[in-house]
């Protein structure tokens, strides 16, 4: 089966900057999106960023914009989130997750729901 596999969290200061990864093992051919997840302690799960397996839009929560950029590698079968200006409150779990099928199930790209394949997760402190 296809797998994700977060991996570069990690301890930051504040204001610091980190880069997370997704890699994805197996056929990717029915990719059509990859989101970006995160969940504080305590805390729903929350969208915060994504972007389309081909072609080039990508999509922000309002939280991050500017501060964080999502890419992708096809050819290495890899998503990416930058991180920067990092704040304490951007502390927590991030998850990618794979959206493998091209029709939505509930409104917009930000909806858990709409992803059907997800990683571990991968930790990311940032401390003051």
């Known amino acids: 089966q296809v797998q994700l596999v977060e991996s570069g969290g990690g301890l930051v200061q504040a204001g610091g900057s980190l880069r997370v990864s997704c890699e994805a093992s197996g056929r990717t051919s029915n990719f059509y ?3 970006w997840f995160r ?3 305590g805390a729903e799960r929350e969208f915060v960023a994504a972007i389309n397996w081909s072609g080039a839009g990508t999509y922000y929560a309002d939280s991050v ?8 590698d096809n050819a290495k079968n890899t ?32 909806a858990a729901a709409n992803y059907d394949l997800w990683g571990q997760g991968t930790q990311v402190t ?3």
């Open 65 to 72: 914009k500017g501060r964080f950029t999502v890419s992708r």
């Open 126 to 128: 940032v401390s003051s």
């Open 33 to 35: 999106g990859m989101g």
């Open 79 to 110: 998503a990416y989130l930058e991180m920067n200006g990092l704040k304490p409150e951007d502390t927590g779990v991030y998850y990618c997750a794979a959206r493998t099928r091209i029709l939505f199930t509930a409104p917009g790209r930000a």
């Open 39 to 41: 969940q504080a302690p």
